[in-house]
């Protein structure tokens, strides 16, 4: 090991265990659930064919296709996010069309927000990898699943065990 340096087990990311941690990710998802929700309301708000023409109009191919795909992603990501729920599959999903974004209409615009560029959306790719990467935590639908799970999984346990010891 270099001297100088903490060992990787006394590093913050390593210490934050337990409830502060199951925490962080709670909020994490929350606001970036939050987040993906407004962007959602905004295509929603102003109706799929109006959403649609901008898409055309930023030289997305199949406007209509890309748009309600666009729509129905932010909508499951959102859910998923803030119910902690199977975050995965949604969270790759919310990924390209990000990376969509970045290709067809921010990334020509450099990195910062005032020229429309790419940052936003660059940290809403790296909060999904870091939430699909870390997992929901302990406060949410997976975690809670899993419980369920696991006492059913113990109560058939018992009972095969009662039944082979008659």
């Keep these: 090991m270099i001297t100088g340096f903490p060992a990787p087990e006394d590093t913050l990311f390593r210490s934050l265990t337990g409830t502060p941690r199951d925490v962080a990710l709670l909020v994490g998802r929350v606001v970036l659930g939050y987040i993906i929700l407004m962007h959602c309301l ?18 997305i191919p199949l406007a209509i296709a ?35 974004a970045i290709f067809f209409v921010h990334g020509k615009n450099g990195l910062f927000m005032d020229n429309k560029g790419w940052a936003l959306v660059g940290v809403i790719i790296c909060g999904l990898l870091f939430v699909a990467a870390a997992g929901p935590g302990r406060f949410s639908l997976d975690a809670w699943l899993d419980r369920i799970a696991e006492r059913k999984a113990a109560r058939q346990d018992g009972r095969h065990r009662r039944v082979l010891a008659v």
Excluded at 83 to 97: D, N
Aim: contains cysteine; glycine residues 12%.
């Design 66 to 100: 890309a748009a309600s795909f666009t729509i129905v992603v932010e909508v499951v990501v959102t859910v998923s996010l803030v119910l902690g729920y199977r975050m995965v599959i949604p969270a790759g999903l919310m990924t390209f069309v990000m990376c969509g």
């Design 42 to 59: 905004k295509k929603v708000g102003a109706g799929l064919f109006t959403t649609a023409a901008v898409f055309q109009n930023f030289g």
